[in-house]
């Protein structure tokens, strides 16, 4: 699965008045139970009850489940989709390797920044000491040298862009390496149908050109107000973002480049029915697709509802999380700041909610449990959640009862939901445990990734300068 590069895009009225703060008071942190091997009994998932063994096991006595499987140098960069090459750069040297899935080099291909084209035909890597980008083919072998670096892919998969910062140009090529067109400024958006780019000028100017003829569409002083350009709404306009932190204001315009709006703050986010742009700077503003404001909302946005009707803000002053709908209407609002939806868009978790722990609470703001830590990840079956303090996770059912504690922080869920990870700062050590919570096994490096539908983890090792492929399959 390949590590895509994104385009880059971060892109007064009446005030809505706010409810007081929900607290459920009669909600208590649970008690840890016996952490000894006979009390800890459970049954996760709803399956038979599992012993859960203690946390600080050592090394020798664990089931060797982690069977290595590869080792490549340099930490990962990209998986290819079928999960038959895989990309990864050098910690010393301005190199990308590029290596089948069983650990055989391919090629070792100059420059640092690296991924597959979207069809995956191809690698791209881009190197900042030659200022160049090359592409090649999936057996190492150069198609084309570029000027400049890489900085996208066109949506059609069949194009990528490059910038060259000495000259200030960005070029449009295909990946036989021709010409398509070039421009003044870095290439930050293109358009879907490719036909239009938006480019980001070291004159402190954004430039809309068509790429059939390479051509400014807007003559008129040849440029857009505002930093950042993005193309919105199905690519019918382009936002962009204020110059700098003294500029208060970006700005929307059509795709011929002239001026609809002034937007309030940057561009943040698009809803999902693409009805609503969303702005913030220290509040969060919507506007429609006219351009014209309708809500003004307390606190910075933080993320789109899973329903597609809701959004969340927070506030650090206060330390409020507030859900609002896309009239402006405040829903509900949340002691701590937003951490993430439960899997089934029913709850809404935040961070630092009471005494540095992190707190459930339903859609209308009451609170359904605290748990200790702050927030790491959500079982897939939505079951159960990770939390973590510095260098020690703890498992909890979503109903706030305790299960476990682990050794490491920063625990992560496999995709299937088999296992777990952990790990602590510092260390060149990954945690695994299954699904019950025994440990069972400890691996060279911390996280990559875990493998997309395989029983499968890439680590990588600093100390080392190498990654590893390991089989957490009982096989």
Not at 328 to 353: K, M
Request: charge should be negative.
């Amino acid at each position: 699965m390949a590590a895509l590069l994104g385009l880059m895009a971060s892109m007064a009225g009446a005030s809505v008045a706010l409810a007081s703060p929900v607290k459920d008071d009669s909600v208590k942190l649970p008690t840890p139970v016996d952490d000894s091997p006979n009390q800890r009994q459970l049954a996760p998932f709803d399956l038979e009850a599992a012993d859960i063994s203690p946390a600080n096991h050592p090394n020798s006595g664990l089931p060797q489940s982690g069977r290595l499987l590869a080792e490549f140098q340099g930490e990962v960069r990209a998986l290819s989709t079928d999960q038959q090459y895989v990309l990864t750069d050098s910690s010393t040297a301005d190199a990308t390797y590029l290596y089948d899935r069983s650990g055989n080099l391919v090629a070792e291909l100059a420059g640092y920044l690296s991924d597959f084209s979207p069809d995956e035909q191809f690698v791209v890597a881009s190197s900042f000491e030659t200022n160049t980008t090359g592409v090649y083919d999936l057996s190492g072998q150069q198609v084309a040298i570029l000027p400049g670096y890489l900085t996208g892919f066109g949506a059609d998969g069949q194009s990528l862009t490059t910038y060259s910062e000495p000259e200030d140009l960005g070029r449009l090529y295909d990946f036989s390496g021709k010409l398509l067109a070039e421009f003044q400024g870095s290439t930050i958006a293109l358009s879907t149908d490719g036909q239009v780019v938006a480019t980001n000028s070291s004159d402190q100017i954004s430039h809309v050109y068509n790429t059939v003829s390479g051509q400014l569409i807007r003559l008129e002083k040849g440029s857009l107000r505002g930093d950042r350009p993005v193309f919105v709404l199905e690519d019918q306009y382009v936002a962009t973002h204020p110059w700098g932190l003294e500029e208060e204001m970006g700005y929307l315009y059509s795709r011929a480049g002239n001026e609809v709006a002034q937007l309030r703050g940057s561009l943040i986010s698009v809803s999902r029915d693409q009805q609503h742009l969303i702005t913030f700077n220290s509040n969060t503003y919507l506007y429609d697709r006219s351009g014209q404001q309708t809500a003004q909302l307390e606190g910075q946005f933080r993320a789109l509802g899973l329903d597609d009707q809701h959004l969340i803000t927070h506030s650090y002053g206060g330390n409020i999380s507030r859900l609002y709908d896309f009239s402006g209407r405040l829903v509900a609002q949340f002691s701590g700041e937003f951490a993430g939806f439960s899997p089934d868009g029913q709850g809404i978790l935040t961070n630092f909610c009471a005494d540095g722990n992190s707190c459930l609470f339903d859609l209308n703001g009451s609170e359904v449990a605290q748990f200790q830590g702050w927030f790491s990840d959500f079982s897939p079956d939505g079951q159960h959640l990770l939390t973590t303090t510095e260098n020690t996770s703890y498992l909890y059912r979503l109903s706030g009862e305790w299960v476990g504690q682990y050794e490491g922080g920063r625990g992560t869920y496999s995709a299937d939901g088999q296992h777990f990870v952990t790990s602590s700062f510092g260390e060149d050590v990954l945690n695994v445990y299954d699904r019950f919570g025994n440990p069972v096994d400890q691996l060279r490096g911390q996280l990559s990734i875990f493998v997309p539908n395989q029983p499968q983890v890439i680590t990588y090792s600093e100390r080392q300068g190498a990654s590893y492929l390991y089989d957490l399959s009982d096989d």
